[in-house]
T-cell receptor, first 120, second 114 residues
């Protein structure tokens, strides 16, 4: 069965420093997608970055990058140059199966999250 | 541009009362739609998803039901709320043309059952 594990319930980082949030996953499907979402205290879920299982390069999106190690089944999120506004809950999620254009379920399962606090 | 709306934003209901939460999406057609629940301090649990009008799949047997009466409308209901139904309810849709079929979430409804 597919599973997402985030072992860090909370993390502290100094402003302007980089931080890595851990995520490991388990699936028997060779095709899958990995996502990271940010949830500020307001509750909204904000999509940050995506990595496909067959993508050759690690995904990057501005200050966010995904350290994808397929053999280890890990998909850690790296936030460079942390800002105070980065303080939030961060969730790793996985879609099992290849992405499809309609008709497919495209369900996500989520980890339990990591609460990041950026200190000035 | 596409937007997703949820209402109400906050709800306090007594045990045993009915529930109706609404989610609507604008700017897209035939989206996949999802209902999630987030208990305090926890991750998201998928409750229902829908790939089209009238098509509902339930992920967790529970006190809740979902309906999709229109293409861009998704409703979460209950006939009798339980204390354990308290939580943050999020609706999401998929942008199938996105890079990874990422899901986009509404602002959520915070439900407290007393």
């Amino acid at each position: 069965a597919q599973k997402i594990t985030q072992t860090q319930p909370g993390m502290f980082v100094q402003e302007k420093e980089a931080v890595t949030l851990d995520c490991t996953y388990d699936t028997s499907d060779p095709s899958y997608g990995l996502f990271w979402y940010k949830q500020p205290s307001s509750g909204e879920m904000i999509f940050l970055i995506y990595q496909g299982s067959y993508d050759q390069q690690n995904a990057t999106e501005g200050r966010y990058s995904l350290n994808f190690q397929k053999a280890r089944k890990s998909a850690n999120l790296v936030i460079s140059a942390s800002q105070l506004g980065d303080s939030a809950m961060y969730f790793c999620a996985m879609r099992e199966g290849a992405r499809n254009y309609g008709g497919a379920t495209n369900k996500l399962i989520f980890g339990t999250g990591t609460l990041l606090a950026v200190q000035p | 541009s596409q937007t997703i709306h949820q209402w109400p934003a906050t709800l306090v209901q007594p045990v045993g009362s009915p529930l109706s939460l609404e989610c609507t999406v604008e700017g897209t057609s035939n989206p996949n739609l999802y209902w999630y629940r987030q208990a305090a301090g926890r991750g998201l649990q998928l409750l229902f998803y829908s790939v089209g009008i009238g098509q509902i799949s339930s992920e967790v047997p529970q006190n809740l039901s979902a309906s999709r009466p229109q293409d861009r409308q998704f409703i979460l209901s209950s006939k009798k709320l339980l204390l354990s139904d308290s939580g943050f309810y999020l609706c999401a849709w998929i942008r199938l043309a996105g890079v990874g079929n990422e899901q986009f979430f509404g602002p959520g409804t915070r439900l407290t059952v007393l």
